[in-house]
Protein backbone atom coordinates (compact mmCIF):
# COMPACT_ATOMS: atom_id res chain seq x y z
CA UNK A 1 0.00 0.00 0.00
CA UNK A 2 1.11 3.32 -0.76
CA UNK A 3 1.90 5.40 1.73
CA UNK A 4 -0.75 7.83 3.28
CA UNK A 5 -0.10 11.38 2.19
CA UNK A 6 -0.33 13.59 5.25
CA UNK A 7 -2.54 16.87 5.31
CA UNK A 8 -0.20 19.46 6.85
CA UNK A 9 -2.28 22.31 8.92
CA UNK A 10 -2.73 25.42 6.87
CA UNK A 11 -1.44 28.63 8.69
CA UNK A 12 -3.16 31.47 9.36
CA UNK A 13 -1.79 35.13 8.73
CA UNK A 14 -1.76 37.56 11.06
CA UNK A 15 -3.54 40.97 10.60
CA UNK A 16 -0.35 42.13 9.42
CA UNK A 17 0.39 39.32 7.19
CA UNK A 18 -2.56 39.89 5.39
CA UNK A 19 -1.79 44.09 5.03
CA UNK A 20 1.04 43.16 3.35
CA UNK A 21 -0.44 40.70 0.44
CA UNK A 22 -3.38 42.53 -0.04
CA UNK A 23 -5.93 40.01 1.05
CA UNK A 24 -7.16 41.32 4.28
CA UNK A 25 -10.64 41.58 5.03
CA UNK A 26 -12.16 45.34 5.38
CA UNK A 27 -11.64 45.43 9.19
CA UNK A 28 -14.73 45.73 11.09
CA UNK A 29 -15.24 49.10 13.55
CA UNK A 30 -15.44 48.53 17.31
CA UNK A 31 -17.16 50.61 19.40
CA UNK A 32 -17.61 50.14 23.15
CA UNK A 33 -21.51 49.93 22.73
CA UNK A 34 -23.63 46.99 23.88
CA UNK A 35 -25.33 44.89 21.75
CA UNK A 36 -22.74 46.40 19.12
CA UNK A 37 -23.78 43.37 16.68
CA UNK A 38 -27.37 43.97 16.26
CA UNK A 39 -27.89 44.91 12.85
CA UNK A 40 -29.75 47.74 12.98
CA UNK A 41 -27.49 49.09 15.44
CA UNK A 42 -23.80 48.06 12.88
CA UNK A 43 -25.56 49.85 9.86
CA UNK A 44 -26.49 53.10 12.16
CA UNK A 45 -22.41 52.82 12.84
CA UNK A 46 -21.36 52.30 9.69
CA UNK A 47 -23.78 54.82 8.02
CA UNK A 48 -22.12 57.87 10.45
CA UNK A 49 -18.91 56.77 11.35
CA UNK A 50 -15.89 58.25 9.28
CA UNK A 51 -12.54 56.33 8.18
CA UNK A 52 -10.15 59.20 8.40
CA UNK A 53 -9.14 57.90 12.26
CA UNK A 54 -6.56 60.13 13.89
CA UNK A 55 -3.09 61.26 13.50
CA UNK A 56 -0.24 61.57 16.60
CA UNK A 57 1.78 64.91 16.57
CA UNK A 58 4.58 66.41 18.27
CA UNK A 59 6.28 69.69 18.86
CA UNK A 60 9.75 69.87 17.55
CA UNK A 61 10.44 72.48 19.78
CA UNK A 62 8.41 72.63 22.94
CA UNK A 63 7.33 76.23 23.20
CA UNK A 64 4.55 78.09 26.07
CA UNK A 65 2.87 79.84 23.29
CA UNK A 66 1.09 77.26 21.12
CA UNK A 67 -1.95 78.69 20.96
CA UNK A 68 -4.49 78.00 18.06
CA UNK A 69 -5.76 81.44 17.40
CA UNK A 70 -1.90 82.52 16.89
CA UNK A 71 -1.60 84.13 13.70
CA UNK A 72 1.22 82.38 11.55
CA UNK A 73 4.11 84.33 12.19
CA UNK A 74 7.34 82.28 10.74
CA UNK A 75 9.73 83.06 12.72
CA UNK A 76 8.28 82.51 15.92
CA UNK A 77 5.63 79.19 15.11
CA UNK A 78 6.48 75.96 16.72
CA UNK A 79 7.16 73.10 14.20
CA UNK A 80 4.94 70.18 14.46
CA UNK A 81 6.28 66.18 13.24
CA UNK A 82 4.24 63.03 12.75
CA UNK A 83 4.94 60.30 15.15
CA UNK A 84 1.67 58.37 14.22
CA UNK A 85 1.69 57.81 10.34
CA UNK A 86 -1.40 55.59 9.85
CA UNK A 87 -1.59 52.44 7.67
CA UNK A 88 -1.40 52.96 4.10
CA UNK A 89 -4.32 52.03 2.03
CA UNK A 90 -3.41 48.90 -0.21
CA UNK A 91 -4.25 48.60 -3.59
CA UNK A 92 -7.11 46.13 -3.17
CA UNK A 93 -8.79 48.28 -0.92
CA UNK A 94 -9.64 50.96 -3.05
CA UNK A 95 -12.40 49.15 -4.61
CA UNK A 96 -14.06 49.47 -1.60
CA UNK A 97 -14.05 53.24 -1.92
CA UNK A 98 -14.32 53.63 -5.47
CA UNK A 99 -16.11 50.87 -7.52
CA UNK A 100 -13.17 51.71 -9.68
CA UNK A 101 -9.83 48.98 -9.09
CA UNK A 102 -7.68 51.29 -10.82
CA UNK A 103 -5.15 53.32 -10.33
CA UNK A 104 -4.02 55.91 -11.98
CA UNK A 105 -0.07 55.42 -10.57
CA UNK A 106 1.05 52.98 -8.57
CA UNK A 107 3.92 54.48 -7.43
CA UNK A 108 1.91 56.75 -5.89
CA UNK A 109 1.90 55.93 -2.11
CA UNK A 110 -2.19 56.28 -0.80
CA UNK A 111 -2.17 57.33 2.88
CA UNK A 112 -5.40 57.80 3.20
CA UNK A 113 -8.49 58.20 1.39
CA UNK A 114 -12.54 59.39 1.93
CA UNK A 115 -15.43 59.69 -0.34
CA UNK A 116 -18.01 62.58 -0.77
CA UNK A 117 -20.65 62.35 -3.02
CA UNK A 118 -18.99 61.03 -6.34
CA UNK A 119 -15.72 61.29 -5.48
CA UNK A 120 -13.21 59.31 -3.90
CA UNK A 121 -10.32 61.72 -2.12
CA UNK A 122 -7.19 60.57 -1.30
CA UNK A 123 -4.56 62.55 0.77
CA UNK A 124 -1.05 61.36 0.59
CA UNK A 125 1.17 63.10 2.69
CA UNK A 126 3.78 65.02 0.67
CA UNK A 127 3.28 67.98 -1.49
CA UNK A 128 3.85 66.27 -5.08
CA UNK A 129 1.59 64.75 -5.86
CA UNK A 130 -0.44 66.25 -2.42
CA UNK A 131 -3.87 64.77 -3.49
CA UNK A 132 -5.61 61.86 -5.64
CA UNK A 133 -8.91 61.81 -6.30
CA UNK A 134 -11.19 59.78 -8.51
CA UNK A 135 -14.64 61.17 -9.55
CA UNK A 136 -17.41 58.21 -10.74
CA UNK A 137 -19.98 58.30 -13.65
CA UNK A 138 -22.18 56.16 -15.17
CA UNK A 139 -24.40 52.85 -13.62
CA UNK A 140 -23.27 49.51 -13.88
CA UNK A 141 -24.50 46.43 -11.86
CA UNK A 142 -26.40 46.95 -8.75
CA UNK A 143 -26.42 50.57 -8.62
CA UNK A 144 -22.64 50.99 -8.72
CA UNK A 145 -21.00 53.39 -11.13
CA UNK A 146 -19.57 52.19 -14.33
CA UNK A 147 -16.44 54.52 -15.15
CA UNK A 148 -14.45 56.37 -12.85
CA UNK A 149 -11.26 58.48 -13.76
CA UNK A 150 -8.25 58.94 -11.82
CA UNK A 151 -6.21 62.30 -11.19
CA UNK A 152 -3.50 63.85 -8.99
CA UNK A 153 -2.99 67.16 -8.31
CA UNK A 154 0.38 68.62 -6.73
CA UNK A 155 0.26 71.39 -3.59
CA UNK A 156 2.20 74.73 -4.66
CA UNK A 157 0.30 76.66 -1.88
CA UNK A 158 3.14 77.73 0.79
CA UNK A 159 2.52 76.26 4.31
CA UNK A 160 1.74 79.36 6.62
CA UNK A 161 2.54 77.62 9.94
CA UNK A 162 6.06 76.74 8.06
CA UNK A 163 9.15 77.88 9.50
CA UNK A 164 10.51 79.31 6.33
CA UNK A 165 8.74 80.28 3.22
CA UNK A 166 10.05 77.82 1.06
CA UNK A 167 7.56 74.49 2.53
CA UNK A 168 4.69 73.68 0.62
CA UNK A 169 1.26 72.19 2.43
CA UNK A 170 1.05 68.50 3.06
CA UNK A 171 -2.04 66.87 3.96
CA UNK A 172 -2.20 63.88 6.76
CA UNK A 173 -5.47 64.40 7.40
CA UNK A 174 -9.07 65.41 6.33
CA UNK A 175 -12.51 64.98 6.06
CA UNK A 176 -16.04 65.60 3.37
CA UNK A 177 -18.96 67.63 4.18
CA UNK A 178 -21.53 68.73 1.49
CA UNK A 179 -19.46 67.85 -1.69
CA UNK A 180 -16.65 69.56 -0.13
CA UNK A 181 -13.18 68.36 1.37
CA UNK A 182 -11.68 70.43 4.51
CA UNK A 183 -7.67 69.17 4.95
CA UNK A 184 -5.42 69.63 8.23
CA UNK A 185 -1.61 69.67 6.98
CA UNK A 186 1.05 68.49 9.23
CA UNK A 187 1.83 71.61 10.89
CA UNK A 188 -2.11 72.19 11.70
CA UNK A 189 -3.42 74.40 8.55
CA UNK A 190 -6.81 73.94 7.17
CA UNK A 191 -7.72 73.93 3.52
CA UNK A 192 -10.93 74.16 1.68
CA UNK A 193 -10.98 71.82 -1.33
CA UNK A 194 -14.10 71.74 -4.20
CA UNK A 195 -14.73 71.86 -8.01
CA UNK A 196 -15.03 75.22 -8.12
CA UNK A 197 -15.87 74.88 -11.38
CA UNK A 198 -18.00 71.29 -12.13
CA UNK A 199 -15.74 70.11 -14.21
CA UNK A 200 -14.31 67.26 -11.45
CA UNK A 201 -11.23 69.27 -10.96
CA UNK A 202 -10.21 69.85 -7.39
CA UNK A 203 -8.41 72.56 -5.89
CA UNK A 204 -7.90 74.57 -2.80
CA UNK A 205 -10.11 77.60 -2.65
CA UNK A 206 -9.24 78.70 0.76
CA UNK A 207 -7.18 78.99 3.67
CA UNK A 208 -8.02 78.26 7.57
CA UNK A 209 -7.64 81.85 9.75
CA UNK A 210 -6.05 79.43 12.27
CA UNK A 211 -4.11 76.31 13.53
CA UNK A 212 -5.46 73.06 14.53
CA UNK A 213 -3.49 72.49 17.62
CA UNK A 214 -4.43 72.35 21.25
CA UNK A 215 -5.43 75.84 23.00
CA UNK A 216 -3.03 74.77 26.09
CA UNK A 217 0.55 73.85 25.91
CA UNK A 218 1.36 69.81 25.45
CA UNK A 219 4.66 67.43 24.26
CA UNK A 220 2.17 65.21 21.79
CA UNK A 221 -1.45 65.31 20.90
CA UNK A 222 -3.81 63.42 18.46
CA UNK A 223 -5.74 64.77 16.04
CA UNK A 224 -9.43 63.43 14.96
CA UNK A 225 -11.83 64.90 12.46
CA UNK A 226 -15.58 64.07 13.54
CA UNK A 227 -18.73 65.07 11.02
CA UNK A 228 -21.50 65.06 13.52
CA UNK A 229 -25.42 66.75 12.65
CA UNK A 230 -23.94 67.66 9.21
CA UNK A 231 -21.19 69.78 11.36
CA UNK A 232 -17.22 69.27 11.20
CA UNK A 233 -15.55 68.80 14.80
CA UNK A 234 -12.02 68.30 15.75
CA UNK A 235 -11.31 66.00 18.88
CA UNK A 236 -7.60 66.25 20.21
CA UNK A 237 -5.95 64.48 22.76
CA UNK A 238 -3.38 65.57 25.09
CA UNK A 239 -0.20 64.28 26.13
CA UNK A 240 1.82 66.44 29.13
CA UNK A 241 4.54 64.04 28.74
CA UNK A 242 4.18 60.38 27.16
CA UNK A 243 2.29 60.09 24.86
CA UNK A 244 1.25 56.96 25.91
CA UNK A 245 -0.59 58.83 28.67
CA UNK A 246 -3.74 60.94 27.49
CA UNK A 247 -3.89 63.73 30.14
CA UNK A 248 -6.90 66.32 28.42
CA UNK A 249 -9.02 66.31 25.82
CA UNK A 250 -10.21 69.15 23.58
CA UNK A 251 -13.04 69.87 20.97
CA UNK A 252 -13.15 72.14 18.55
CA UNK A 253 -15.96 72.74 16.21
CA UNK A 254 -15.32 74.53 12.57
CA UNK A 255 -16.49 77.81 11.42
CA UNK A 256 -17.24 76.64 7.84
CA UNK A 257 -18.21 80.40 7.14
CA UNK A 258 -14.86 82.11 8.23
CA UNK A 259 -13.22 78.68 7.80
CA UNK A 260 -11.81 78.59 11.87
CA UNK A 261 -11.73 76.76 14.78
CA UNK A 262 -13.83 77.32 17.62
CA UNK A 263 -13.56 75.73 21.09
CA UNK A 264 -16.41 74.35 22.52
CA UNK A 265 -17.36 73.35 26.08
CA UNK A 266 -20.32 71.41 25.49
CA UNK A 267 -21.19 68.59 22.48
CA UNK A 268 -24.35 68.86 20.37
CA UNK A 269 -27.21 68.37 22.08
CA UNK A 270 -27.44 65.00 22.42
CA UNK A 271 -24.62 63.97 20.78
CA UNK A 272 -21.81 61.32 21.48
CA UNK A 273 -18.33 60.88 20.23
CA UNK A 274 -16.21 58.05 19.25
CA UNK A 275 -12.99 58.54 18.20
CA UNK A 276 -9.87 55.78 17.44
CA UNK A 277 -6.93 55.19 15.38
CA UNK A 278 -8.87 53.62 12.11
CA UNK A 279 -12.44 55.35 12.92
CA UNK A 280 -14.39 58.29 14.39
CA UNK A 281 -18.01 58.39 14.64
CA UNK A 282 -19.92 61.30 16.21
CA UNK A 283 -23.69 60.65 16.67
CA UNK A 284 -27.37 61.39 17.99
CA UNK A 285 -27.20 59.58 21.32
CA UNK A 286 -30.60 58.64 21.14
CA UNK A 287 -29.92 57.26 17.80
CA UNK A 288 -27.62 54.71 18.89
CA UNK A 289 -30.01 54.12 21.71
CA UNK A 290 -27.88 54.92 24.53
CA UNK A 291 -28.25 57.47 27.41
CA UNK A 292 -28.45 61.08 25.99
CA UNK A 293 -27.16 64.17 27.56
CA UNK A 294 -23.85 62.68 28.99
CA UNK A 295 -21.70 64.64 27.02
CA UNK A 296 -18.65 62.57 27.03
CA UNK A 297 -15.83 61.97 24.46
CA UNK A 298 -14.82 58.48 24.49
CA UNK A 299 -11.45 57.74 23.29
CA UNK A 300 -8.98 54.34 22.66
CA UNK A 301 -5.56 54.56 20.93
CA UNK A 302 -2.92 52.60 19.94
CA UNK A 303 -1.29 52.10 23.43
CA UNK A 304 -4.00 51.92 25.32
CA UNK A 305 -5.87 48.44 25.64
CA UNK A 306 -8.99 49.70 27.08
CA UNK A 307 -11.55 52.63 26.02
CA UNK A 308 -11.78 55.83 27.88
CA UNK A 309 -14.20 58.36 28.68
CA UNK A 310 -14.07 62.08 28.81
CA UNK A 311 -16.39 64.10 30.84
CA UNK A 312 -16.72 67.65 29.04
CA UNK A 313 -18.64 69.11 31.95
CA UNK A 314 -15.94 68.09 34.99
CA UNK A 315 -13.20 67.36 32.62
CA UNK A 316 -12.44 64.42 34.07
CA UNK A 317 -10.82 61.38 32.17
CA UNK A 318 -11.91 57.75 33.66
CA UNK A 319 -11.88 53.88 31.80
CA UNK A 320 -15.51 52.45 31.01
CA UNK A 321 -16.93 49.84 28.92
CA UNK A 322 -19.10 52.25 26.80
CA UNK A 323 -22.13 54.34 27.18
CA UNK A 324 -25.61 52.83 29.26
CA UNK A 325 -27.25 51.64 26.97
CA UNK A 326 -30.64 52.67 28.35
CA UNK A 327 -33.46 53.33 25.71
CA UNK A 328 -34.32 51.75 22.14
CA UNK A 329 -33.38 52.73 19.24
CA UNK A 330 -35.30 55.90 17.40
Known amino acids: MGQKKMKTKKQKKSPQEKIATGRGEEERPKFP ?9 RQIIRTNMSKTGGI ?76 AYVTMYGYGYYGSYSHCMWKTSDCRVIEPFSATNRQYMEFTNFIGLKGKFYAISRQGSLAMLEDSDGLGDYEITRLGINRAVPSKPCRHFREYLVRCERKIFLVL ?76 KTRSISTTAGPVMDRPMD
Open 33 to 41: IADDKDWRR
Open 56 to 131: TKSWVVSSPSCKLNQPPHRQTCPQLALIGIPFKIRDTGMFRYSNCGTRSDYSVPLRRALTSGKTTMVVIGVASPAF
Open 237 to 312: LLSMTSVNVVDDVEVFRLDESRLCWKKVERLPDDAVFFVQDKFCLGISASLLGCKSGSNCVYFRYARAETWFCFDM
